[in-house]
T-cell receptor, first 111, second 114 residues
């Protein structure tokens, strides 16, 4: 079965810093990949998704992710973070009609 | 507005008691899911259902039970056999089987042991 690794458990940044959160999945073939965000006290929201085509995917709120098949990776990036980006971020891969999630990365952005 | 409704938002359980968490969706989605969220462990799949009257165990099904008698409803029962039930429980749904559509999530139910 698929598994997902998120290597950064807790990231602390100042506003305007650049962000990259790592995500690796366990095996290749055709993969459907997702990044979800959970703002404090809110439900999980979809940031972006990759199914096929251009490996650079743009999502909401200025986030993007790059699918690198050779590295089994789908890292999330944002050039300049804001205080409002403080949240928990989850990478996920679709495995036979169910989503498998990573353990999440808690991002704290300080003004 | 279409969405997923989980109730209650907060739930307290006494030792040895079964409790049932409600999940209702009006999105006409075929598939529904229950996850458990614990700090540092992400979301772990408890049970999922791809069609009415059918469901499958996820990674941590022990101590839980579900039913899927209606397309829009997928209640989760936390039984007394679940020794560590304190967690945040999330329900999700997704459209047609085999589609590559993402899951939609409810607001969650936080369960605590008295």
């Amino acid at each position: 079965a698929q598994s997902v690794s998120q290597h950064n458990h807790h990231v602390i940044l100042s506003e305007a810093a650049s962000l990259e959160l790592g995500c690796n999945y366990s095996y290749g073939g055709t993969v459907n990949l997702f990044w979800y965000v959970q703002y404090p006290g809110q439900h999980l929201q979809l940031l972006l998704k990759y199914f096929s085509g251009d490996p650079l995917v743009k999502g909401i709120k200025g986030f993007e992710a790059e699918f690198i098949k050779s590295k089994f990776s789908f890292n999330l990036r944002k050039p300049s973070v804001q205080w409002s980006d403080t949240a928990e971020y989850f990478c996920a891969v679709m495995d036979t009609d169910k989503l498998i999630f990573g353990t999440g990365t808690r991002l704290q952005v300080f003004p | 507005d279409g969405g997923i409704t989980q109730s209650p938002k907060y739930l307290f359980r006494k030792e040895g008691q079964n409790v049932t968490l409600s999940c209702e969706q009006n999105l006409n989605h075929d598939a529904m899911y229950w996850y458990r969220q614990d700090p540092g462990q992400g979301l772990r799949l408890i049970y999922y259902s791809q069609i009415v009257n059918d469901f499958q165990k996820g990674d941590i099904a022990e101590g839980y039970s579900v039913s899927r008698e209606k397309k829009e409803s997928f209640p989760l029962t936390v039984t007394s056999a679940q020794k560590n039930p304190t967690a945040f429980y999330l329900c999700a749904s997704r459209p047609n089987l085999g589609s590559n559509q993402p899951q939609h999530f409810g607001d969650g139910t936080r369960l605590s042991i008295l």
